[in-house]
């Protein structure tokens, strides 16, 4: 029996657009290796990693990592992926870092999250957390009363769910982003899936992957106890 080609592919969606829980019920249902490059950024900074302290460098100064920065620490990550289905989130982000991606791998899907900038602003900035705990709430969906609801301290809005930082952050997405969709666009890989809810994209989602992989977590949910 013929073994069927590993899976390279993308996840992409704006900030806010449910990427993290779309990539979760990814990695559980069909066994991917997820390679977000937000986290692997956070991991070379914490352990002070060359990357990592230059990294650190342009952001301090509130500046772009460049491209080259970008694109040595994901592909150093992703040769060790090499025997793995794998998913990467947040890379690549530019035009740039798509063709230097190009080069070295074949990418089969990219999963675009096609959610309304409104959608967006709403549940970011509908959001509010416990520093302490960091609880989050959502004035929307499970409104507090302006306080935890276990220790009863008061709650704050992250600098980046502030309304307007939310707008420009959406800006910048839209324009750094628009030309890597078109990219891929382009090539035919782009598979982009619209909605306001997670829970009902989802289900599309997971029939298109269905077609490339197998479940695996029906296969654990079957093992005997």
């Known amino acids: 029996m013929a073994v069927p080609p590993l899976?390279?592919?993308?996840?992409?969606?704006?900030?806010?657009?449910?990427?993290?829980?779309?990539?979760?019920?990814?990695?559980?249902?069909?066994?991917?290796?997820?390679l977000s490059s937000g986290d692997l950024l956070r991991d070379n900074m914490q352990k002070k990693t060359e990357v990592?302290?230059?990294?650190?460098?342009?952001?301090?100064?509130?500046?772009?990592?460049?491209?080259?920065?970008?694109?040595?620490?994901?592909?150093?990550?992703?040769?060790?992926l090499d025997q793995h289905n794998w998913l990467l989130d947040g890379f690549p982000r530019t035009v740039a870092q798509a063709e230097a991606l190009n080069k070295e791998c074949h990418i089969d899907t990219v999963i675009d999250l096609d959610v309304p900038f409104e959608t967006i602003k709403c549940r970011l900035t509908a959001?509010?957390?416990?520093?302490?705990?960091?609880?989050?709430?959502?004035?929307?969906?499970?409104?507090?009363?302006?306080?935890?609801?276990?220790?009863?301290?008061?709650?704050?809005?992250?600098?980046?769910?502030?309304?307007?930082?939310?707008?420009?952050?959406?800006?910048?997405?839209?324009?750094?982003?628009?030309?890597?969709?078109?990219?891929?666009?382009?090539k035919g890989l782009l598979k982009s899936f619209s909605g306001t809810e997670t829970?009902?994209?989802w289900p599309h989602i997971y029939a298109f992957l269905q077609t490339k992989l197998p479940d695996v977590s029906q296969k654990d949910a079957a093992k005997p106890r």
Not at 7 to 25: C, W
Not at 52 to 80: F, R, V, W
């Open 7 to 34: 899976l390279r592919a993308v996840i992409m969606g704006p900030p806010g657009s449910g990427k993290g829980t779309v990539s979760a019920r990814i990695i559980k249902h069909f066994g991917v290796k997820h």
């Open 52 to 80: 990592g302290i230059l990294a650190k460098s342009y952001i301090d100064q509130g500046q772009l990592i460049p491209d080259h920065i970008m694109t040595q620490l994901m592909l150093n990550e992703i040769k060790s």
């Open 127 to 186: 959001r509010w957390i416990h520093p302490a705990s960091g609880r989050v709430y959502n004035l929307e969906f499970s409104p507090p009363k302006g306080i935890d609801d276990i220790t009863g301290e008061p709650l704050v809005q992250r600098d980046d769910d502030k309304p307007e930082t939310v707008s420009k952050r959406l800006q910048a997405y839209d324009a750094q982003t628009k030309p890597v969709l078109e990219y891929y666009r382009k």
């Open 199 to 201: 829970n009902k994209i």
